[in-house]
């Protein structure tokens, strides 16, 4: 098997199947503090003694440095979005005593959201 297959493969083994992130996680987000690169090598690095032992250090760095990813963007990655402004659109209907009632709105200012990674 060559270097690229068993890099292709290891691939296959960190996929993780995409999950609906419940709401109260999506509220906690916000405390998130982002991917830090930092975080990522400071991981890689604790784990090159142990990599160096091993019978093939290319692949297991690899696996170590593709585990270190992938875990920081589920435990720590979150998105920011900006909504434009009039691009949310409210719609209200309902009663009262003179008769129906109708109306409508857009957000008048930019939107700013927070969510997670999958």
């Not at 199947?17 to 690169?37: A, C, E, H, T, W």
């Not at 209907?93 to 109708?102: D, F, K, R, Y």
């Amino acid at each position: 098997m060559s270097y690229t297959e068993r890099l292709l493969d290891l691939f296959k083994i960190t996929k993780r199947p995409s999950k609906s992130v419940p709401s109260p996680l999506l509220l906690l987000s916000k405390s998130r503090s982002g991917i830090s690169q930092t975080r990522i090598a400071n991981k890689v690095i604790s784990k090159l003694p142990q990599i160096r032992q091993t019978d093939e250090p290319e692949e297991t760095y690899v696996r170590v440095l593709v585990d270190a990813i992938v875990k920081e963007i589920l435990e720590n990655g979150k998105i920011e979005v900006a909504i434009n402004p009039g691009a949310i659109t409210t719609i209200v209907t309902g009663t009262s005593p003179v008769g129906p009632i109708a109306g409508s709105g857009q957000n008048p200012a930019p939107v700013k959201a927070v969510g997670i990674m999958q």
